[in-house]
């Protein structure tokens, strides 16, 4: 494609790289770019990205597996746009995704990209393991299949396959059962939601996957949602009614907070225990949900420490963007989620809270290769809320 | 030719002079007010031209249904004697210049709301309140093709408005629209008081945004919780333009449950904020500004105030801080409206 | 493979290493008009030790080597003109020690000025430090040595006069360190030693600073900015004296520019104020506006346009944008405060001539002993007729500016080639003394500052 074809070039030439993105709300420091935090090179930042996009659009430089690695290391994690102070930053994501978009119709993508995509294509998930095998989450659980109930609880690829997003996912059925709302859960029918898919720029394969996905909840009568992850949120309520999918879409700390007094626990007194809460990208600064999980924390008892950097200015764990599969991001203690865990230990905190399946397998990773397992626990909210008196 | 309407012999005939002798900053008797006024009409120097601090009352106080205050302030242009130094006239002459394009109209139906300079502040009228309002003037890089212009009865500059205001007028009408609630007093002011004033056309119908907020308030009467609240309002100076609408004011304190608390600076006898006078060159009017703002302010605080009340973003810009300094929370109307039917505030 | 490029992997770490085209691209750009220069390798390393070894590296295989901070000077003065190894110093950004009492804070060059601000603010908030016009990605050690100035200039100087002492990497690779550091005390003086000052303004060709001890400044809780506005040119250095005797701001600033077209053809001074009180902010805005200034207001040449705005961040990178073209550059200069209004008006007709919207904007350095005057130009960086414009306008004002006797600020090479010319002899072959005495294989840097 030349740039004369590309949806954003009117604006892509006109990042300063002033690097405003790489810092978080606070300026604490140039690392808040996962990316740029892992590498450290001015490629890697959302301003090396843009340009070497447009440089890729104009013939100035040659496509390159490096070059795609550079474009698919960015996580999606929105740091940039809340920091850019240009007046294009809401498109800069988006011109990201665009440039993948490229690389998916020309067929020039990483392996691990490649991979990812090819799952979701044959098995509806990214691991590319059975569809048959979605439900095990559910196994012991008394959770209806959907029929028609006020809520579907869908839990997404990372709960339903991960054996540690299992138990989060668990986690959270566990206190909706306890709440006595009514919902049903779509067992081995449940689909991938398809926002990684949007992130790694594969349109047609989102189209597909929304598409087949609003069929079947319509028909069978779908109208609200509860998700496990801030991803599968994102999805519903942002791509899906671009496909004609309109659903009210809850994320599971949404529902519960205003259901507390239901679910009240008979678990451990938090006897001051410190507990430290990061944000998740889609959660936070995707759909400015910041609150909620807050809320949820607060009424354990434990002591809430927040990280310096939080909220809007929270550094992603470096997991979006398909990356907690393809794992541009991984392999050094610059890690994002490596860096981020010596935050959270940084704090005192005890309890790494997380509001999402992504967040929770990445961070817990990076604190075992950090040798912190004795010191500090990784935890979904819902697991927090069962374990602790409220 | 655009000429103001005054009526010199109501002035003759007046025995009052309320306009000049109520004035809270000016220290004249009947006669000597009844004098200076002479000299104004005639177009003769007096020292009311160089003290007036601009403050607009003396529209709301001349007990006639004259324009003293448009009066003046065309006095000073013609006799070249600004309140402001020149470098500030001409700041604020070219800050009403557009210059990013003209806006994208469109025709509107029903009710729209007018914005005027103050575009950025959209984020106020959100909520139940504004539902089914069409906004105008929206981006705050066009917004200066619907600012009203009146700020420069400030500046000793008619001349501008009049040039200007026919212009924003015609914006006006190429949306084709039949009513506008103006969100700010001074917008009003201009299409109610001042352009009948000066004998120009407006082809639309002009609302108070207190107003629309109370009949507004009243079809939400079931939603609203009574705020319990101690507040004192900071009634800004183009208030004085339409002074038969003030008491929206307390009407809608009443509706929402608010003390509106008794002091001295209230209704006719309201202190400027200060921010028009700051920048005066007459000697000492920096510390006059900080002065009224330090007795006003003390003044809520010895009533009990909990809130300032704001309609006006200016008196707000000014006297925000200072009034959140001594622990008087400063919101804006609308907020405080969408309070009391139970909305969250930002 | 490569031997300089293993060598450099084996110091710095494969990873912080690269001689791929995309780095070599994204190196290769300046943020401003220069054309691109590629380096032949892009290294990132994490200490002064590492930082030596290239050196000591580069000395053998006689390949250039440039050190690169924020790489936001503009200017281009961290293209690598001769090509060789570019050295991305961001990743050495400790903190390594802060002593509140004495006021001084040791960093390692490459931390951003946004990231020891947020330390600061944290750590320490009664103190501060000088932070430059520039985004907070500006390194504390590229703004050093080019020089800069910052937010508390008008008190205390140059940024470059904030320095209590420093390490620097030689040429020839030795590790330096200079002031009370160098005979092993704390971090607290420079002087009272033999001044060594071989390495500030010469845009890194004389050596990489890799540690400094910076000086700290109270900070006061309530910080604000007042603006007084005049028309006449003329009468802004008058109200630079008068603010100056008058000692209470913090920072001052004077603009004109075109757009919007509230600051056209006037001249907007920024006050910046601070104060532990109301009290204290009271006593200094009655010092300026009612007392050194009342005669202006009351003649009606000069007014109060605001007061008590919230000072924000600088966030100059929005001039970048004016065009919807994501560039521009400007023209740093040197100048006695008495040249303002001449500097404004050549400015704009520069401006004028190459259609350009005019921005001008200076900066007062001490007690108005000096100005760091600004000449920006915008440009769309998709369109290279605009790119070229702005160039010209840029080597036009250099010429301008010494003209007029000022002295260019962290020139580009084109400037310092203009400055070159105008220097006494003597000096310019002591420069050339002191570049081959210390960089004998003309490695560091090499095209800036170089006498022919």
Redesign the interface.
């Known amino acids: 494609m030349s740039l004369a074809e590309y949806k954003y070039q009117d604006i892509i030439h006109r990042c300063f790289r002033c690097g405003y993105c790489k810092f978080p709300t606070d300026w604490d420091d140039v690392t808040n770019c996962p990316a740029y935090a892992r590498y450290r090179l001015e490629s890697y930042s959302t301003g090396g990205r843009l340009w070497l996009i447009r440089a890729w659009l104009t013939g100035e430089i040659q496509w390159s597996q490096h070059l795609a690695e550079i474009v698919y290391s960015c996580a999606a994690c929105k740091n940039c746009v809340e920091k850019c102070p240009l007046s294009f930053h809401n498109d800069i994501v988006n011109m990201i995704i665009a440039a993948k978009n490229e690389m998916v119709e020309l067929g020039l993508l990483p392996a691990p990209v490649k991979k990812f995509l090819q799952n979701i294509q044959l098995h509806g998930n990214p691991y590319g393991l059975p569809a048959k095998r979605r439900k095990a989450w559910m196994d012991g659980l008394n959770i209806e299949s959907y029929h028609g109930q006020e809520y579907l609880y869908y839990v997404g690829c990372e709960g339903a396959y991960d054996t540690r997003a299992q138990l989060a996912a668990r986690a959270v059925a566990t206190l909706l059962l306890k709440t006595g709302i009514s919902f049903g859960a779509l067992g081995n029918d449940e689909a991938c939601d398809g926002n990684e898919v949007e992130m790694l720029g594969e349109d047609g394969l989102v189209e597909l996957v929304a598409e087949k996905n609003i069929k079947n909840f319509q028909k069978l009568g779908i109208k609200k949602i509860i998700t496990l992850s801030p991803h599968a949120y994102n999805a519903f309520k942002n791509i899906y009614p671009r496909f004609g999918g309109e659903f009210k879409v809850f994320h599971y700390t949404q529902v519960l907070q205003d259901l507390l007094d239901r679910i009240k626990q008979d678990g451990q007194s938090a006897q001051g225990a410190k507990v430290t809460y990061h944000d998740p990208c889609f959660l936070g600064r995707w759909n400015s949900e910041y609150e909620a999980p807050r809320t949820l924390l607060k009424a354990t008892g434990f002591q809430l420490i927040e990280m310096p950097r939080n909220k809007r200015g929270a550094l992603c764990c470096g997991g979006g963007g398909g990356n907690f599969v393809t794992d541009f991001l991984g392999g050094s203690e610059e890690s994002p989620a490596r860096i981020r865990v010596r935050e959270a230990h940084a704090t005192g905190a005890t309890i790494l809270a997380v509001a999402c399946p992504n967040c929770l397998t990445m961070l817990e990773d990076a604190v075992k290769v950090e040798g912190l397992e004795e010191e500090l626990m990784v935890k979904d909210i819902a697991e927090i809320l069962i374990e602790s008196k409220q | 030719m655009i000429e103001l309407d005054f009526n010199e012999k109501k002035c003759l005939a007046c025995k009052t002079h309320d306009c000049l002798t109520k004035c809270q900053y000016l220290d004249l008797d009947k006669d000597a007010a009844g004098m200076e006024m002479q000299k104004i009409i005639k177009g003769e120097d007096s020292h009311v031209l160089h003290d007036c601090v601009t403050c607009y009352a003396c529209e709301e106080y001349c007990p006639m249904g004259n324009h003293p205050f448009y009066l003046i302030v065309s006095r000073q242009e013609a006799l070249g004697i600004t309140p402001l130094p020149e470098p500030l006239i001409k700041r604020g002459v070219q800050m009403g210049i557009p210059f990013r394009g003209d806006p994208e109209i469109e025709e509107v139906q029903g009710p729209v709301l007018n914005m005027g300079a103050f575009s950025d502040l959209t984020h106020l009228i959100q909520g139940k309140l504004f539902e089914g309002l069409t906004l105008i003037s929206t981006d705050p890089r066009k917004m200066f093709h619907y600012f009203c212009q009146l700020m420069y009865l400030h500046y000793g500059r008619i001349s501008v408005i009049n040039e200007r205001l026919g212009k924003i007028i015609q914006t006006f009408a190429f949306h084709n629209v039949n009513q506008v609630i103006h969100f700010h007093d001074e917008c009003y002011g201009a299409y109610t008081s001042y352009a009948p004033a000066f004998g120009i056309h407006v082809p639309f119908q002009s609302v108070h945004f207190f107003e629309y907020l109370y009949h507004r308030l009243t079809t939400l009467k079931n939603d609203i919780q009574p705020l319990n609240f101690k507040v004192a309002y900071q009634r800004p100076c183009s208030s004085r333009l339409s002074s038969d609408k003030y008491a929206f004011v307390d009407k809608i304190f009443e509706l929402i449950g608010v003390e509106h608390v008794e002091r001295k600076y209230k209704h006719e006898n309201a202190l400027c904020c200060g921010g028009s006078i700051l920048g005066q060159k007459r000697a000492g009017s920096r510390a006059l500004a900080m002065e009224l703002q330090r007795k006003n302010i003390q003044d809520m605080k010895q009533a009990g105030a909990e809130f300032c009340v704001f309609n006006c973003p200016a008196c707000m810009l000014t006297m925000g801080k200072p009034v959140a300094e001594n622990q008087i929370q400063p919101i804006f109307m609308s907020d405080l409206c969408r309070m009391a039917v139970g909305e969250k505030i930002t | 493979m490569d031997p300089i490029y293993r060598a450099l992997a084996e110091i710095v770490g494969e990873?912080?290493v690269?001689d791929?085209?995309?780095?070599l691209?994204?190196?290769s750009?300046d943020?401003g008009t220069s054309e691109p220069i590629q380096p032949d390798y892009?290294a990132?390393p994490k200490t002064a030790e590492q930082v030596s070894r290239i050196v000591r590296m580069a000395n053998q295989k006689k390949v250039p080597v440039v050190p690169l901070g924020?790489?936001?000077s503009l200017a281009g003065l961290a293209l690598p003109l001769r090509g060789g190894i570019t050295l991305?110093l961001?990743?050495m950004?400790g903190i390594i020690e802060l002593n509140e009492k004495s006021r001084y804070i040791v960093v390692e060059a490459g931390i951003?000025h946004?990231?020891l601000?947020?330390y600061l603010?944290?750590h320490a908030p009664h103190l501060m430090h000088s932070e430059p016009g520039a985004?907070?990605?500006a390194t504390i050690g590229g703004n050093v040595v080019i020089h800069g100035q910052g937010d508390l200039a008008h008190p205390y100087g140059f940024n470059s006069d904030m320095i209590n002492g420093m390490e620097v990497v030689l040429p020839t690779g030795e590790i330096c360190r200079f002031g009370s550091c160098a005979i092993g005390s704390g971090w607290y003086t420079l002087h009272p030693l033999p001044d060594l000052g071989l390495f500030l303004g010469w845009s890194g060709s004389t050596g990489i600073l890799t540690k400094i001890s910076l000086r700290l400044f109270p900070c006061k809780k309530i910080r604000e900015m007042d603006i007084f506005?005049?028309?006449d040119e003329e009468l802004v250095p008058d109200i630079l004296y008068e603010l100056t005797h008058a000692g209470m701001a913090e920072d001052l600033v004077a603009w004109s520019q075109e757009?919007?077209?509230?600051?056209?053809?006037?001249?907007h001074i920024n006050i910046n104020i601070t104060g532990d009180s109301?009290e204290e902010m009271?006593f200094k805005?009655?010092l300026m506006?009612?007392i050194r200034l009342?005669r202006?207001?009351?003649?009606?040449?000069?007014?109060?346009?605001a007061?008590?705005q919230d000072i924000e961040?600088p966030?100059?990178?929005?001039s970048?944008?004016w065009k919807?073209?994501?560039?521009?550059e400007y023209v740093g200069s040197i100048m006695p405060v008495s040249a303002y209004p001449e500097c404004y008006r050549r400015g704009m007709e520069i401006s004028i001539r190459h259609h350009i919207p005019y921005t001008i904007l200076g900066r007062v350095i001490g007690s108005a002993h000096g100005m760091m005057f600004s000449y920006s130009y915008a440009f769309?960086?998709?369109d290279p007729e605009t790119v070229r414009q702005a160039r010209e306008a840029l080597h036009e004002t250099d010429h301008m500016v010494l003209e007029i006797g000022g002295t260019i600020w962290k020139p580009a090479v084109y400037g310092q080639q203009l400055v070159m010319e105008r220097m006494d002899p003597n000096t310019l072959q002591l420069m050339k003394k002191v570049k081959t005495l210390l960089d004998p294989n003309n490695i560091m840097n090499p095209g800036n500052w170089e006498v022919n």
């Open positions: 990873e912080y690269s791929q085209p995309e780095e691209f994204t190196y750009k943020l892009v990132a924020g790489g936001i991305d961001k990743r950004d951003s946004g990231k601000t947020s603010h944290r985004p907070p990605a506005v005049v028309e757009i919007p077209p509230y600051g056209n053809r006037l001249h109301r009271e805005r009655h506006f009612d009342a202006y207001i009351q003649d009606g040449v000069g007014g109060i346009a007061v008590s961040r966030q100059i990178s929005k970048a944008d919807k073209g994501g560039g521009f769309n960086r998709a």
